[in-house]
């Protein structure tokens, strides 16, 4: 099993439209949660951190279910520059950050 | 404030040359990594440092070495080029051991042939 698993999509929405994705991840100590984006041929890029109690950012919102072990990410009121990857990053131990292999978006108008 | 660079951007390879991938922040940060892509795989870490003259394995570091004499630098060795290596590589640095999010560098596209 992979240490942080996603759904690879594509996820294709009209503008507008409310999106989630799930990201879940196999160690149970793990401490650290982010979401980053990507576009294509391009660097990751951070969107936010994931906290316990959950926290939004404008229209993003992301969540963490410690006992069901997974993360996810809402993005509301979705823009075509939106489109792109998303990431799901989970920390392995410390210092060792553990990527899923990510989720395409795309927003059509 | 250049954040973290990365050369070269494009690099082709024979099988067993080496080479050493270039990483330099100026951030100051005391974390940094090395991650390749390859399709369908995300992100792998190759390996991390959190300080200058302390480095760790990170999940695939076979075929690769690395140092950090300095805080700003951290490049990245192939010791004999496999094919297998053919990757695009992100080197990407951080404050407080990557617990606040990383900084990645544009990335080095490399293919071994």
């Known amino acids: 099993r992979k240490e942080v698993e996603q759904d690879p999509g594509p996820f294709n929405v009209p503008e507008g439209a409310t999106v989630a994705f799930n990201c879940t991840y196999s160690n149970s100590a793990s401490q650290s949660f982010f979401w980053y984006r990507q576009d294509c041929r391009k660097e990751p890029k951070l969107l936010m951190s994931?906290?316990?109690s959950g926290n939004e950012d404008g229209r993003f919102t992301a969540q963490l279910n410690r006992a069901s072990q997974y993360i996810s990410l809402l993005i509301r009121d979705s823009k075509l520059s939106d489109s792109a990857t998303y990431l799901c990053?989970?920390?392995?131990?410390?210092?060792?950050?553990?990527f899923g292999a990510g989720t395409r978006l795309t927003v059509k108008p | 404030n250049a954040g973290v660079t990365q050369t070269p951007k494009f690099q082709v390879l024979k099988t067993g040359q080496s080479m050493t991938l270039q990483c330099a922040q100026d951030?100051?940060?005391?974390?940094m990594s090395w991650y390749r892509q390859d399709p369908g795989m995300g992100l792998r870490l190759i390996h991390y440092?959190?300080?200058?003259?302390?480095?760790d394995q990170g999940e695939v570091p076979n075929g690769y070495n690395v140092s950090r004499s300095t805080t700003e630098d951290f490049p990245l060795r192939l010791l004999s080029a496999a094919p297998s290596q053919t990757s695009v590589y992100f080197c990407a640095s951080a404050p407080s051991g990557g617990r606040l999010g990383q900084y990645f560098g544009p990335g080095t596209r490399l293919t071994v042939t």
């Open positions: 440092s959190v300080g200058a003259g302390i480095t």
């Open positions: 951030m100051n940060h005391e974390y």
């Open positions: 990053v989970v920390n392995h131990n410390n210092n060792d950050m553990r």
């Open positions: 994931v906290y316990s």
